[in-house]
């Protein structure tokens, strides 16, 4: 019965993951913790295990497609790692209470983020969709706005996000590799969301690109974060990893093929109000137990 909950999560889990392509880790930390009794310590140790395995298996992919850059993704790797080794060994020494309350502030910062990323690209929809509208000489500009608007493919946030190309000095990409690897090193989660907007701006490689190589610089930082918890007093039930990095892995290939039709900012929006509510439900639980 408790492989069958582990399985039925983790297959749930990997639909959001397979539908947005990052956040994973974000929502198997609460799951591990509160519905499958893992400690807090364990739970950022069994998230590396899964979060390292899906993100291994998704590469292979982008990794045949030419999208992943290697060499860039390495240099920016290098120093993921060295974050993530910090951030192992003070998760070591910090009291799972206060690891959870810190979580639950993660959670709550990345779903802002995530709320003004669905908003922007909601925006730059609509506003490609009135453009096209404006420009199609049989209609008003605003007549059946809102009924043509749906039967447009969503590309305009992706052409936009695609010509991003802004500069910054080395010192700030290698300090974003430091702190994107330090998250995943402490909190046990991929940095996906924070890792794919420093190469944007500062590695300048278009959004698809981004996407295919963060999932390499997330399959060593994990590596060597699991690597930096060796010798450390843990005990996990690897048959329950296992299951749940397998369910997570179908539900991630499921979750593109359900949600193709969805709108971006819809699922980015959805995902920001599920993870203010983990965020919310993480802080109440800690504070009540206090």
Request: glycine content about 10%; aromatic content about 8%.
């Amino acid at each position: 019965m408790f492989l069958l909950l582990a399985a039925a999560i983790g297959l749930s889990i990997g639909l959001v993951v397979g539908a947005l392509g990052a956040g994973g880790g974000m929502l198997f930390i609460p799951v591990l913790v509160y519905l499958l009794r893992f400690s807090p310590h364990e739970a950022a140790a069994a998230s590396l295990v899964i979060v390292g395995l899906t993100a291994m298996v998704s590469l292979i992919p982008h990794a045949r497609s030419g999208n992943v850059q290697w060499r860039r993704g390495l240099l920016f790797a290098v120093f993921s790692a060295a974050g993530s080794i910090g951030g192992s060994r003070l998760n070591a020494i910090t009291p799972g209470h206060y690891l959870m309350l810190l979580f639950a502030l993660l959670a709550a910062v990345v779903a802002v983020v995530m709320t003004q990323k669905g908003l922007a690209t909601r925006r730059q929809y609509w506003d490609g969709i009135r453009e096209i509208v404006q420009e199609d000489a049989g209609e008003s500009p605003q007549q059946n706005f809102r009924s043509d608007a749906e039967s447009v493919p969503e590309t305009s946030a992706q052409v936009a996000a695609d010509k991003v190309e802004q500069h910054g000095p080395v010192i700030k990409w290698v300090l974003a590799a430091l702190i994107t690897g330090f998250l995943t090193g402490f909190f046990g989660v991929g940095g996906g969301f924070a890792v794919v907007p420093a190469l944007v701006i500062f590695l300048h490689l278009n959004m698809r690109k981004a996407a295919a190589t963060s999932l390499l610089i997330m399959v060593i930082s994990c590596a060597s974060s699991l690597l930096a918890r060796i010798g450390m007093p843990l005990n996990i039930d690897l048959l329950v990893v296992a299951v749940f990095a397998l369910t997570s892995m179908v539900g991630g290939a499921l979750g593109p093929i359900l949600t193709r039709r969805a709108k971006e900012y819809r699922l980015t929006l959805g995902f920001a109000c599920l993870l203010a509510g983990v965020a919310i439900v993480t802080a109440t639980e800690q504070i009540l137990s206090w």
